[in-house]
């Protein structure tokens, strides 16, 4: 079986990693570069994409700021998996917000700004404070403003107006007005829904961000009635896409309700730690779903947590004298901010697991890992 991953990035390479013992070769497909690549080496290239759709038996993806062109050309060879309307809905939040009212899935309550008169009637309608998000190319916070007063008004709408006319998308652009929702904890859920119609999750993870950006994500497995709210409006959502693939959906918890921020058609960053605390890692399974294969439990084998390495190329090695640790580098040259590799982490229990998350914590440089002592130090004292 040959697939072939639209993006070469990580995502790519960990799912080209999992499907080695599969024997299904993968080939990347670099946007930017107009160019198949291997990507575990992306010195290796095989052309463009016209020579990549017909190496493939099946075309995916890894991330969902896809050209629509491109993805036409995929969904016109009967190739792309998950389809073209499920990779959009996730790279824009108007068709994201549709797709959340039809599948009966809560969510923040929200509306669409695509000019002045728009932006006025959410400042009447909607309660300050708001979040206003760019719908299309927004990601990791990027594209965001925060209105907390009515007088910075002006001054934001001024900075959405600069925002749309340096748009270089060819689709038109809004901006999503949503109502600051007051949460205890952002939590995800990754799931896959194979040719079939069946599904599978993995258990919830709660999600530690450091300046918007995820550092920390931990699989916790103690709360079956969330899990179970989390499951039925994946399968909903899941379902209502006629989805293939591993599918990420990220929560706000409130009391003991959950509420979609977002979703990702894709394989998802709070999932990295499934590669040693889930029996069938999400870049295996979203291999197979794609691949017509069965999928593999998500059922958690142990409590593992996962740290994000960012903008940093090396970490002690002392780390890798903890046991259950283990290190994935992606090969990428460093850059400030620039997400370069992870850490897995796994215990017996999950107070063991806390306290192991402290011992890494501490032995990683403060500066570039700024608040994940505090954070592992609060979960032990938690228990
Ligand atoms: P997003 O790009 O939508 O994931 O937003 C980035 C971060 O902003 C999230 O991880 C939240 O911490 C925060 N955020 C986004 N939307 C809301 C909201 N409606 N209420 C409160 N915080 C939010």
């Known amino acids: 079986m040959n697939v072939?991953?639209?993006g070469a990035g990580q995502l790519a390479r960990m799912m080209s990693l999992a499907s080695k013992p599969l024997n299904i070769q993968v080939?990347?497909?670099?946007?930017?570069?107009?160019?198949?690549?291997?990507?575990?080496?992306?010195e290796v290239s095989y052309g463009d994409l016209n020579s990549g759709i017909a190496f493939a038996n099946v075309i995916t993806a890894e991330f969902e700021h896809i050209?629509?062109?491109?993805?036409?050309?995929?969904e016109a060879s009967g190739k792309l998996k998950p389809s073209s309307r499920a990779i959009k809905t996730g790279g824009d939040r108007r068709l994201e917000k549709a797709l959340l009212d039809k599948a009966g899935a809560d969510n923040a309550k929200h509306q669409i700004i695509e000019n002045k008169a728009d932006f006025d009637h959410a400042l009447q309608t909607l309660a300050l404070p708001l979040i206003l998000k760019s719908a299309l190319e927004g990601y990791d916070g990027k594209g965001q403003w925060r209105l907390k007063e009515t007088d910075q008004a002006d001054e934001i709408w001024a900075d959405i107006e600069a925002f749309f006319h340096g748009s270089k998308s060819t689709v038109k652009q809004a901006v999503i007005a949503e109502q600051m929702v007051s949460f205890e904890r952002e939590v995800s859920l990754v799931g896959m829904r194979d040719i079939k119609g069946n599904t599978k999750v993995y258990p919830l993870t709660e999600n530690h961000h450091t300046d918007g950006v995820l550092t920390v994500s931990i699989a916790l497995n103690d709360n079956a009635?969330?899990?179970?709210?989390?499951?039925?409006?994946f399968d909903s959502i899941a379902n209502t896409l006629d989805y293939v693939g591993v599918l990420a959906i990220e929560f706000f918890q409130v009391g003991d309700q959950l509420l979609v921020n977002e979703i990702a058609p894709r394989v998802h960053n709070s999932g990295h730690w499934t590669q040693q605390g889930?029996?069938?890692?999400?870049?295996?399974?979203?291999?197979r779903a794609v691949c017509g294969l069965p999928l593999g439990?998500?059922?958690?084998?142990?409590?593992?947590a996962m740290i994000n390495i960012l903008g940093e190329d090396s970490v002690p090695n002392a780390i890798l004298d903890i046991p259950s640790v283990s290190l994935h580098w992606y090969g990428k040259t460093k850059r400030a901010g620039r997400k370069m590799?992870?850490?897995?982490?796994s215990a017996a229990t999950n107070q063991a697991l806390f306290e192991r998350l402290e011992k890494v914590a501490m032995l990683l440089p403060a500066q570039a890992f700024s608040d994940i002592q505090e954070y592992a130090q609060k979960l032990v004292n938690k228990g």
């Open 297 to 304: 439990s998500g059922e958690l084998v142990r409590p593992t």
């Open 225 to 233: 009635a969330l899990q179970a709210q989390a499951q039925q409006m």
């Open 27 to 42: 080939r990347a497909y670099d946007v930017g570069a107009n160019s198949v690549v291997d990507p575990l080496n992306p």
């Open 67 to 74: 050209t629509h062109d491109v993805l036409a050309q995929c």
């Open 341 to 345: 590799g992870h850490i897995n982490l």
């Open 278 to 287: 889930a029996d069938t890692c999400q870049f295996e399974n979203h291999m």
């Open 4 to 6: 072939l991953i639209l």
